[in-house]
């Protein structure tokens, strides 16, 4: 695993903790369909909560949050669509943004609810 990797595991791993510690359940980790995958599905009462996390170690090159492309956006929706056919959900749903900046011993989660 690249350093990389290694950075967004933790990420999505903290991103996890963050929303469970916010009343949300935890339904999927790295859903995959086709080309897209979806970081982590989420419930919070009956909202469907489709989460792209995003980690940087520093601002440097820019937020976490700026990283998410029109392209990757589509892509994630494409897929929300079919895991919702799949789990035959037909509620709400969101898209929302988890940046994470920092390392394991200082860092700073930011959570955007209906980012895209």
Do not use: C
Not at 29 to 43: M, P, Q, S, T, Y
């Amino acid at each position: 695993m690249t350093p990389k990797q290694k950075t967004g595991k933790w990420g999505e791993e903290q991103a996890k903790l963050h929303l469970e510690g916010q009343g949300y359940q935890i339904l999927e980790n790295n859903w995959r369909f086709g080309k897209a995958e979806i970081d982590l599905v989420a419930k919070k009462e009956s909202i469907l909560v489709f989460v792209e996390v995003k980690t940087r170690k520093s601002t440097g090159f820019g937020h976490p949050e700026s990283f998410v492309s029109r392209g990757q956006a589509g892509l994630i929706k494409s897929a929300s669509e079919e895991y919702q056919i799949q789990k035959q959900h037909f509620g709400f749903i969101r898209f929302d943004i988890i940046a994470i900046t920092g390392t394991p011993s200082s860092f700073e989660i930011l959570h955007l609810e209906d980012a895209f």
